[in-house]
């Protein structure tokens, strides 16, 4: 057992050392100006136009179903526990801002995108492309994994932006319609600035980008390690989002300790 806890354990550092790396090795590759030729610029704006662009309305239905749900609970917390209204803003804030919408948007991109990145890329390997495109002389790490990962990173922050707005319009209206939001739109608007900390823009800001980096890099990493037939494809994909969806949460929790200071109710000295 414990040689096999041993191989698990050193199984799970050689995955993290490998996104590590890829990240590492993406990050020289973005600031070197040779790197951005005209083929990987168009192999960039591609992928934002499919993983951003196009994700807008899932996003923002998204951000809608959760803002109705977010707010269906702060009328029952009025109703049951007897808490002020004055807290709902607040509230609606702090949870979309900190956790909801950075979460929501790594979900949106990981379905829309990662998965079909992986499926992408293990096709090109099963077909011999990238073999093709390293004899020749092109870089596969500068030309397939570098613009998918930058664009998974741009498209969780731009998205978790809108998802934001859809969740605290979608709330406002709704908590208005149900009585449980009694002030107009701009004194709403004016109780969430009031309660907007730099703190909560700081963790926003790291929380989007490095959840995404990591999703992006798995679903890269996967679909480039894939070593079969076409009947491989589907199992890489499948593992794939699981593996980006583990990557995400675990990322959040972390970080939320690291910011805030506490682990659920217990607060970190």
Request: proline share 4%.
């Amino acid at each position: 057992m414990t040689e096999a806890l041993g191989r698990v354990f050193m199984g799970r550092c050689g995955s993290i050392a490998a996104i590590l790396a890829v990240l590492w090795g993406t990050a020289m590759l973005t600031i070197r100006p040779s790197t951005w030729t005209p083929p990987v610029r168009s192999v960039l704006s591609r992928q934002l136009l499919f993983t951003a662009v196009d994700g807008v309305l899932a996003g923002v239905r998204f951000g809608a179903a959760v803002g109705v749900l977010v707010i269906v609970q702060a009328a029952i917390w009025i109703d049951t526990l007897g808490v002020a209204q004055g807290v709902v803003a607040p509230m609606m804030w702090r949870g979309i801002v900190r956790e909801l919408a950075p979460l929501l948007a790594c979900l949106v991109v990981i379905g829309r995108s990662c998965i079909p990145i992986a499926t992408e890329l293990a096709t090109m390997m099963v077909n011999g492309e990238v073999e093709l495109l390293d004899a020749e002389g092109v870089d596969p790490m500068t030309y397939l994994v570098v613009p998918r990962i930058l664009s998974v990173v741009i498209s969780v922050f731009c998205l978790a932006i809108i998802i934001a707005t859809s969740m605290v319009a979608t709330g406002y209206m709704l908590g208005w319609a149900v009585d449980a939001i009694r002030v107009d739109l701009w004194t709403f608007l004016e109780s969430i600035f009031r309660q907007f900390n730099t703190r909560d823009l700081v963790f926003f800001i790291p929380k989007t980008i490095i959840a995404g980096a990591f999703a992006g890099a798995i679903c890269c990493i996967d679909g480039l390690n894939v070593r079969g037939t076409m009947t491989d494809i589907p199992r890489v994909a499948s593992r794939t989002g699981i593996r980006a969806l583990t990557a995400v949460l675990t990322i959040s929790a972390i970080l939320s300790v690291v910011f805030y200071g506490r682990f659920l109710m217990l607060k970190i000295v």
